[in-house]
């Protein structure tokens, strides 16, 4: 993996009100986008939820092309964020898989509501 242009780009939970594709996500992050690809491939066969997220196309197949949601977004942020912690996309998985909450969208959508009870 190369150096991340911004250190800090997934120090903190990432919440954006609109889709966005890849590349554009890549530059908020402050990684490549080549680093998004591939933690995207570790969340699409982790997380249900986020494989769930993507369109779907006419043959059933998921529209992995297609720009990500807010969900999925903030996904990547805290899969960048377990990547630095730990380093290893292997300890990524197994720490996936000892803790699907953290990536849920639940947690999500509760960590949105404190963010909007701080900002009210």
């Not at 889709?19 to 699409?44: C, D, M, P």
């Not at 699907?100 to 909007?116: H, W």
Request: charged letters at 25%.
């Amino acid at each position: 993996m190369r150096q991340r242009v911004d250190c800090n780009g997934t120090k903190d939970d990432l919440f954006l009100d609109f889709q966005t594709n890849k590349t554009h996500l890549a530059q908020i992050l402050g990684v490549s986008r080549s680093t998004v690809y591939l933690w995207s491939e570790i969340a699409f066969w982790r997380i249900p939820q986020f494989r769930e997220a993507f369109p779907k196309k006419p043959d059933d197949s998921y529209d992995k092309e297609s720009p990500l949601s807010p969900y999925q977004c903030w996904v990547l942020a805290r899969i960048g964020r377990l990547m630095s912690q730990v380093v290893t996309a292997e300890r990524v998985k197994a720490g996936i898989k000892r803790n699907p909450n953290y990536f849920s969208v639940y947690t999500y959508r509760k960590a949105q509501e404190q963010l909007q009870r701080i900002g009210a």
